[in-house]
């Protein structure tokens, strides 16, 4: 008797294991397909040139981090760019760039989240901090290298100089421009999150009534 409910037990456990994985998997999807769309819709950075552009595209891989751990946040990062490959003017420097970025955003608040039992406002803080480190390299070594390649370093700076005159450099671009924009991208991304998450976490996890 005993060894016969051992195994129904482990077939149960079994069961709703593969369950959770299935609903997990279809989570992800359907956040990533949120996010691809959310990509195209696209508005002007504040104080930046009009060839700068922000979108709302990592908010659902900030709630798929919190909601399911941060690996799915990261690969519905991962999805979303190799989606946008598809449609790239950049020859995926802009995909590889938008990853690195967004994916440092859900996976360390995903972490954080997490680690310190689920402190929302902490995870998200220090994910839109990490957020902002990412672009700081990815905009000097990724992002500005590539426009150079449509428009001329001095005249790169200078359009970004038109809005914060003592941006003279590119590291100015990054320090003045880049770090401060995706740390507000962040926060302001975090914010929704944070109205939101409360009640998609039960649909997320299928816990929904």
């Not at 005993?2 to 482990?10: A, D, G, L, M």
């Not at 700076?157 to 809005?163: C, G, M, P, T, V």
Request: charged share 10%; hydrophobic share 50%.
């Amino acid at each position: 008797m005993n060894s016969s409910y051992c195994s129904v037990r482990r077939g149960d456990a079994r069961e709703a294991a593969s369950i959770r994985n299935i609903h997990t998997i279809t989570s992800v999807a359907i956040l990533s397909a949120i996010s691809f769309a959310l990509a195209f819709f696209e508005f002007p950075v504040p104080l930046s040139p009009s060839f700068a552009r922000m979108d709302l595209s990592d908010f659902p891989a900030l709630v798929g981090a919190m909601t399911l751990g941060p690996w799915a946040g990261v690969t519905v990062e991962l999805v979303k760019n190799l989606l946008g490959l598809l449609s790239t003017s950049t020859g995926g420097v802009g995909e590889l760039a938008n990853f690195l970025m967004g994916g440092s955003l859900a996976f360390t608040a995903g972490v954080v989240y997490y680690q310190w039992h689920g402190n929302g406002w902490l995870a998200c803080g220090l994910g839109s901090a990490a957020m902002a480190v990412t672009a700081a390299l990815t905009n000097y070594f990724i992002l500005l290298p590539l426009f150079e390649g449509f428009m001329p370093l001095d005249a790169l700076i200078a359009s970004f100089a038109e809005f914060i005159p003592f941006i003279r450099t590119k590291l100015d671009v990054v320090l003045w421009n880049a770090v401060p924009f995706n740390l507000l991208k962040g926060l302001g991304i975090s914010l929704v999150t944070m109205l939101a998450y409360p009640k998609l976490t039960p649909i997320l996890r299928g816990r929904a009534r």
